[in-house]
């Protein structure tokens, strides 16, 4: 299993930046994706999550109304367009899989929001 993230950067308060997971080693479109965020001192935390097929998703509520997860399972590739980013967004954002009992996790991507 391999999880690339890419798309992370430097934004103002109010931008938007759009995240990327290119995924492979397994059956992509069989399982439910994730996105998750660690900021600097807090624990990581779970911010969007989306089935297989992509019919149904979730948000946590810091991000619900700002943040959308989506797939295209013909490309392996899990996305997290990120709108109205505001400071506290800052973090290190996370791809993630869960197979069987095992989670695997992409090397992450830095999104910083300032001024």
């Known amino acids: 299993v391999q999880l690339v993230e890419s798309g992370g950067g430097l934004v103002h308060p109010g931008g938007s930046l759009r995240l990327s997971c290119a995924a492979s080693g397994f059956t992509f479109s069989s399982y439910n994706m994730n996105w998750y965020r660690q900021a600097p001192g807090r624990e990581r935390e779970l911010v969007a999550a989306?089935?297989?097929?992509?019919?149904?998703?979730d948000y946590a509520s810091p991000v619900k109304g700002r943040f959308t997860i989506s797939r295209d399972n013909a490309k392996n590739t899990v996305y997290l367009q990120m709108n109205s980013l505001k400071p506290e967004d800052t973090a290190v954002y996370y791809c993630?899989?869960?197979?069987?009992?095992?989670?695997?996790w992409g090397q992450g991507t830095q999104v910083s929001v300032s001024s």
């Open positions: 993630s899989v869960r197979i069987f009992a095992q989670r695997y």
């Open positions: 989306i089935s297989g097929s992509g019919g149904s998703t």
